[in-house]
């Protein structure tokens, strides 16, 4: 009797970029970009490559949290990319960070009206007493 095939995994997003029938086994892609977000992949692919994601996840060790911050770093970074092909990932920033400006100087501006408020009124000065 022959052995059963080995079950067939639908390849990741990655895999299927490049044309494999099913991801090999331990794919290090196939976590990280799944089939049903190709899109994903393929932000990350124009931006990075196959060989420089790869190169990432080695360089961020075995460690899965460090490896899933890596990836997503690079998934964030891509899709900035592909949402703002000028600015990318610093036109983010810079949005957060005059959003965050905005707030400080908002919350600035209640404290002071709080201050003004807690103040007592200033005392009433009465005429001269003879």
Do not use: W
């Not at 052995?3 to 029938?21: E, F, K, Y």
């Not at 393929?42 to 490896?67: C, H, K, Q, S, W």
């Amino acid at each position: 009797m022959a052995d059963p095939p080995p079950p067939h995994h639908p390849p990741c997003a990655a895999c299927a970029h490049q044309g494999r029938p099913s991801c090999p086994a331990g794919c290090p892609l196939a976590p990280y970009f799944p089939a049903d977000r190709p899109e994903r992949f393929e932000y990350a692919n124009l931006l990075f490559g196959v060989d420089g994601i790869l190169r990432r996840l080695e360089a961020a060790g075995p460690d899965t949290v460090t490896r899933r911050a890596t990836m997503a770093s690079i998934v964030f970074v891509s899709d900035a990319r592909a949402a703002d092909p000028v600015h990318g990932a610093y036109g983010v920033i810079r949005n957060l960070q005059q959003e965050l400006a905005s707030v400080k100087a908002e919350i600035a501006a209640i404290r002071q009206k709080q201050q003004q408020a807690q103040q007592p009124p200033p005392a009433l000065e009465d005429g001269p007493t003879n």
